[in-house]
């Protein structure tokens, strides 16, 4: 598979994953979608909370999910919300990427433009 093949794959999860969201207070809904390097997909949503610091973002559920499988490198990171705000990584997810996400092409897409890292 082609890495443009691949990219749109990993963007039909995140979007997928987007309408799972749960984000009553933000009204933010963000998918994330991660290729590890065994070639599994992983995605996930942004899940909040009415106490917010435990909010857990997209990019990490689904890197926790690549984790708990097994897969503990990550070559692709795709995040997606068409709210038309990209979904920029946070500092929290910034740090569990730096762990797991060594050189992973990291894309942010607010549904109309992918702005790829
Ligand atoms: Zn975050």
């Known amino acids: 598979m082609t890495e443009a093949a691949l990219l749109e794959k990993l963007k039909e999860s995140a979007k997928s994953a987007a309408r799972s969201a749960y984000c009553p207070h933000s009204g933010y809904a963000v998918g994330a979608a991660v290729l590890a390097d065994d070639g599994r997909i992983f ?13 857990v973002c997209a990019e990490r559920v689904a890197i926790f999910k690549a984790v708990s499988a097994g ?9 997606y919300s068409d709210s038309g705000k990209p979904p ?19 894309v942010v897409s607010d549904g109309k433009t992918d702005m790829i890292t």
């Open 71 to 79: 897969a503990k490198k990550i070559t692709a990171l795709y995040v």
């Open 43 to 55: 995605d996930g949503c942004n899940i909040e909370n009415a106490s917010y610091s435990l909010t």
């Open 88 to 106: 920029y990584p946070c500092g929290a997810c910034r740090q569990v990427l730096s762990e797991f996400c060594d050189d992973a092409t990291i």
